[in-house]
């Protein structure tokens, strides 16, 4: 340290001692809470206080759970069996909590882990990312609790010890670790972040296939994306998710132009404006490439005052991008907005790899088909997540050793995901081809080699796009047909005689993806 140690507290500085980093508070920030002790009997005193205060903490939270047990169970007995083991159960955490700081403190955890007491702060902090100044029982952060210990201390002992204790089973860098379990059920949603116009949060970059892929399961019905035609545009740089404009709204009356202020779907489809999501982004994308546009223009005027009450939500964003709909054009363009397929499951939610599990989005049920109806997917998330549970409440798998790495492949540079998603939008959106398709393969296989420096979760999801990307991409160019919510343009018809059947999909520990057929009954 610059200063010495009682010049830096007083300033208020940051200094080194015993080998933690540690903010030095002002000497007179708040009383000792613990007068007449040494500084080990202060800091086995600190830990007590954790202990009890998070017995407290749980002996609340736990209240409701017991009164409910106690008024929702049929029989006295088993109530008040319930309550006493509940009751019990505080009690023995009461004490045992304590006593497990007592342990702590006198470097138990060196023989289970490893690491000497002293240096606890500066593990969890490297291996969390998290300033190990905030992590150390022993500072003395600015604000006092009511009851004299620090509201920092309290909070990072309780972070500190659930680090501790969870450091046997979990492998974690940059965020992104390992937790080993006898189960594993994948609910992560969609892959919208594979394409550059989505109305899928940030957050659905493909996780979930691209890790069943990496785990061996099988992967149905990649191919078929629903594209939601009426996104509003905000501009190429746009990222994350984009703002749907309903259907509901051209159900109102609202209708759909060209750059010229031509309506373009009369003479498509007998429901004009109202046609099918994929008639309405099919005859969207080709107006837009015969214009050379990057939208077109929804004139929802006619609404009027009725905007705020029947599309509230919609109204208020279009507001935010300074659009005023009552008085203004929209300008919208078709967007990635669900994927029928996914992980391949049984109707009880079980992949092909025993102890994996998969509902929602992410999952491959079968039940949308080739195209997606809204409801379905209320049904894919709710249904089969309750099954599932079931399920495992009935034959929860025994806890085994985690298979072998045996991957070749390593992860992709961040930097690549806005290729990803412009080569996917371009070549394996709305409108496909055997030429589109072939370059998109072409460059998602030659981006294999722009591998990552740092292993971070950007490269994590980077990679977990690209498989998810190549899987939809490969099963587009091999099925040569139109069917559904796959639209190949040089093979506009659907062809029941050889294409009504499900692709499967698997990945090679080396990347390399692998195909089967298999009827739409399995």
Request: aromatic letters at 8%.
């Amino acid at each position: 340290a610059a200063y010495p140690k009682d010049e830096a507290a007083a300033k208020g500085q940051w200094t080194k001692e015993k080998g933690l980093t540690a903010r030095a508070a002002p000497v007179k920030a708040h009383a000792d809470p613990f007068p007449g002790k040494d500084e080990a009997a202060r800091d086995l005193a600190r830990l007590n206080f954790l202990g009890i205060v998070f017995c407290m903490m749980f002996g609340t939270a736990a209240l409701p759970h017991i009164l409910m047990r106690y008024y929702t169970t049929p029989s006295v007995q088993q109530a008040r069996v319930s309550v006493f083991w509940s009751l019990f159960f505080i009690f023995l955490l009461y004490f045992t909590a304590p006593a497990l700081a007592v342990l702590v403190k006198y470097e138990v955890f060196t023989v289970l882990i490893g690491t000497p007491f002293d240096k606890l702060p500066e593990w969890i902090a490297a291996w969390n990312k998290v300033d190990p100044g905030l992590l150390s029982v022993t500072g003395t952060p600015d604000q006092p609790s009511k009851a004299g210990i620090p509201v920092a201390d309290i909070a990072a002992g309780m972070y500190a010890f659930s680090s501790i204790l969870a450091a046997p089973f979990r492998r974690q860098r940059d965020g992104v670790g390992a937790v080993l379990a006898p189960a594993v059920v994948l609910a992560t949603g969609g892959i919208g972040q594979i394409f550059s116009q989505s109305t899928n949060p940030r957050v659905a970059t493909g996780d979930g296939i691209a890790l069943a892929l990496r785990a061996g399961a099988l992967i149905t019905d990649a191919e078929f994306v629903q594209f939601h035609p009426t996104v509003l545009y905000t501009g190429q740089q746009a990222v994350g998710q984009q703002q749907l404009v309903s259907e509901a709204v051209r159900g109102e009356g609202a209708i759909l132009l060209d750059s010229e202020g031509h309506r373009f779907m009369q003479q498509l489809h007998p429901l004009a404006d109202l046609a099918p999501r994929d008639v309405v982004a099919k005859a969207i994308m080709r107006r837009m490439r015969a214009e050379g546009s990057r939208h077109v223009w929804l004139d929802g005027r006619m609404i009027g005052d009725r905007w705020p009450t029947r599309f509230p939500t919609i109204f208020d964003a279009l507001l935010e991008h300074g659009i005023d709909p009552r008085t203004a054009l929209i300008p919208v363009a078709p967007a990635q907005h669900y994927h029928s397929g996914g992980v391949h499951t049984d109707l009880h939610g079980r992949t092909t790899v025993s102890g994996l599990y998969a509902c929602g989005e992410v999952a491959g049920t079968g039940v949308h088909g080739a195209n997606r109806l809204a409801s379905n997917s209320l049904l894919e998330g709710l249904v089969f997540a309750e099954r599932i549970a079931a399920l495992l409440a009935r034959e929860l798998p025994e806890r085994r050793e985690p298979v072998d790495e045996i991957s070749t492949a390593g992860l992709l540079s961040a930097t690549q995901r806005s290729v990803i998603q412009s080569t996917m939008t371009e070549g394996a959106g709305v409108l496909r081809s055997a030429d589109s398709l072939s370059i998109t393969n072409s460059v998602l296989d030659s981006m294999t080699l722009a591998t990552a420096d740092v292993m971070n979760t950007a490269a994590w999801e980077t990679t977990n796009i690209h498989a998810a990307a190549s899987a939809i991409a490969f099963g587009a160019t091999l099925r040569r047909e139109t069917r559904g919510s796959h639209w190949r343009e040089d093979f506009p018809n659907t062809d029941d005689l050889r294409w009504r059947v499900r692709i499967a999909t698997t990945m090679d520990p080396d990347g390399t993806l692998q195909y089967r057929t298999i009827g739409v009954d399995e």
